[in-house]
């Protein structure tokens, strides 16, 4: 991923092999590679090698371990 170099953010995506999916960047606008698609379904169409409705990536906001809220009795 080659980001160019000019200095606008337009969201584009590029294809990585290590993950074999494609990802979202901020494209500078000028510059940088052919590696560059406008939308992700573009960059899936030509590059993923296993590209069978491969489910989007969720992103989890919460961790299974819940954290103290309030005070707690056993700290001094």
């Known amino acids: 991923m080659d980001i160019g170099s000019c200095t606008r953010e337009l969201i584009r ?5 290590v993950d074999d999916d494609c ?3 901020t494209y500078s606008g ?3 590679n052919a590696n560059r698609f406008m ?5 899936r169409n030509r590059c993923v090698k296993n590209n069978e409705k ?3 990536k969720v ?3 919460f961790t299974k371990k ?3 809220i309030g005070r707690n009795s056993s700290v001094s």
């Open 13 to 17: 995506y590029y294809y990585d092999a």
């Open 54 to 56: 491969k489910p989007e």
């Open 39 to 43: 939308r992700r379904t573009n960059c």
């Open 66 to 68: 819940p954290g103290l």
């Open 59 to 61: 992103v989890q906001a």
């Open 30 to 32: 000028c510059g940088g």
């Open 23 to 25: 990802k979202r960047f």
